[in-house]
């Protein structure tokens, strides 16, 4: 299955920030798949799940790793309890 992202969704990948445009889903045996779009120089990659970060949102209380790495120090885990867990 292949899903369109409206709005794209800005993400931090391995090879830098970049804007997710599609999500593909082959199915229960695979990691979900993302189509990011790179701000650097508008490449496209295709991420797998387990190595994307959602990008850092002031507003609605997700701040930035320390170390400002979120793909290698498991940022995620911290954001889903707003950095108390």
């Known amino acids: 299955m292949i899903l369109q992202l409206d709005p794209p969704l800005p993400l931090v990948t391995p090879k830098g920030k970049g804007?997710?445009?599609?999500l593909l889903d082959y199915g229960a045996e695979s990691h979900l798949l993302w189509v990011v779009f790179l701000d650097s120089d508008g490449s496209c990659w295709t991420v797998p799940n387990s190595e994307i970060r959602i990008e850092a949102n002031w507003s609605i209380g997700r701040r930035p790793p320390p170390d400002g790495h979120p793909v290698s120090n498991g940022?995620?885990?911290k954001a889903q309890t707003n950095g108390r867990g």
């Open 75 to 77: 940022w995620a885990n």
């Open 19 to 22: 804007l997710a445009h599609f």
